[in-house]
């Protein structure tokens, strides 16, 4: 398709002049894709990796399906890692030195951006000109970075937030700490001097203008996708069950992901305790896995769940499980009665959507992105609020009408095919075009 854009100029005696800017917008050959608090090799679940890392992966492996190299730079964790790992046929992974390997928080990796960017634009340097055709950030220590690589590089920014502080702030869980002031003010100068803006919904596009004041012809919303080929039905419920050694009669209320209080992990284990003080005939076949790792505030009391299941009276029904990788986690998904999403804040929730592929419907918080990855009353259950009893309420539904769990489910399998990650990376592509068509002709613009 060939795009063509006026623009109104001036001649310098005063007199207006009409630049055309014609030309078929193109794809890139390579793009720069920045992680700098997590790497797309970290196992999601643990310390800061999560949904981003698996939105990383996959984005870059569908865009160098269809002809686009990736090459994604994060920090070394380690001593010992390669400089660089192909990830998959056409995505690279740079491992850039900056600060100390180990123990640094999220929240102390402001003082290392510099050495950051040192790293990017060293690995750089080693390339003719013109090796790079786009930078791509994520999140906003990433877009920091990307920023300032874009200017020199001579290229377009296009940065997914993927959360951001003045939300997060608004919907703070009890105990969590709030974002701080100098992340508000990165993440303002990374919305001004973005090309490009990747939002996960229109509500997150909607958040950027409000909040932010992002320009809204920079905005485009693309939703992430989930990886049909692992989460999908698969052999069905019982087999998932019998493999996890989960009883098969059970109610089996699944959380997945980070454990920190954004996520609410809390308002399961409470829904949980409300329901059986008001049931005890189901204590018997209750069975609530809690699977994922301590991120976040959740690392400052590494036993708070634990010790909130104590005093609830549930441990006996509460099974903490470590993060496991996606074969895995598809078949805990699949083992489930249904997928607890409690969050506080969530830009999307895409383990709402691979529960969901699964054959899982999912009871969630109504906020963020959920409300368009679960559609209420047909894949799962939305829920305005974290008071505990409304939760509960719905998984005594559940335990009263079993069949609940495979009625939802077959269309929640059927809603989830519409998130495939080749249409995300398709769209993602067509907003790589529309920069480069953009920056080009801001820079080069001929005058007919």
Not at 32 to 46: E, K
Not at 207 to 218: G, I, S, T
Not at 231 to 258: E, K, S, T, V, Y
Request: hydrophobic share 45%; glycine share 10%; charged share 20%.
């Amino acid at each position: 398709m060939t795009h063509s854009v006026t623009r109104l100029g001036r001649r310098a005696s005063g007199a207006p002049a009409r630049l055309r800017l014609t030309g078929a917008p193109r794809r890139p050959r390579r793009v720069a894709m920045l992680s700098v608090h997590t790497s797309p090799l970290h196992l999601p679940g643990t310390g800061d990796a999560g949904g981003m890392n698996v939105y990383i992966v996959e984005l870059a492996k569908r865009l160098a399906d269809i002809g686009v190299e990736v090459e994604i730079f994060t920090r070394a964790t380690s001593g010992m890692l390669p400089p660089t790992v192909e990830l998959a046929p056409g995505v690279l992974v740079r491992h850039v030195d900056a600060g100390p390997y180990g123990g640094l928080t999220k929240e102390e990796l402001p003082a290392q951006l510099c050495a950051f960017t040192h790293g990017v634009m060293q690995a750089w340097a080693d390339h003719r000109p013109g090796h790079y055709d786009l930078v791509h950030s994520h999140y906003w220590l990433s877009g920091q970075v990307g920023w300032l690589a874009a200017q020199r590089w001579g290229v377009p920014l296009v940065h997914a937030m993927h959360t951001m502080a003045k939300v997060k702030n608004a919907a703070l869980a009890e105990c969590d700490s709030p974002e701080p002031a100098a992340r508000v003010i990165g993440e303002t100068q990374v919305v001004r001097a973005a090309h490009r803006l990747v939002a996960n919904t229109a509500e997150e596009a909607d958040e950027l203008v409000r909040h932010y004041a992002a320009d809204p012809a920079k905005i485009a919303v693309v939703h992430p996708g989930v990886n049909l080929d692992v989460f999908c039905p698969a052999d069905g419920r019982a087999a998932a069950r019998a493999r996890l050694g989960l009883p098969q009669d059970a109610l089996i209320p699944l959380f997945a992901g980070r454990i920190q209080p954004l996520k609410g992990p809390e308002v399961l284990l409470r829904a949980v305790g409300e329901l059986l003080q008001r049931r005890p005939d189901l204590r018997s076949r209750v069975v609530v896995p809690v699977v994922g790792g301590l991120s976040g505030a959740g690392l400052a009391k590494p036993e708070k769940l634990h010790k909130l299941a104590a005093l609830l009276g549930i441990s006996d029904v509460v099974r903490f499980q470590p993060p496991v990788r996606q074969e895995e986690l598809a078949d805990w998904f699949r083992a489930a009665s249904l997928l607890v999403m409690p969050s506080y804040s969530e830009s999307f929730g895409l383990v709402a959507i691979e529960a969901q592929a699964a054959g899982t419907p999912v009871l969630a918080a109504a906020v963020g992105g959920l409300p368009v990855a679960v559609r209420h009353g047909t894949t799962g259950f939305l829920v305005h609020g974290h008071e505990p009893a409304a939760y509960a309420r719905v998984l005594s539904d559940f335990a009263d009408d079993p069949s609940l769990t495979d009625r939802f489910g077959a269309a929640a399998a059927r809603h989830a095919q519409s998130f495939g990650w080749g249409t995300a990376a398709g769209a993602t592509a067509a907003v790589y075009r529309e920069a480069l068509h953009d920056h080009r002709h801001r820079i080069r613009p001929r005058v007919g």
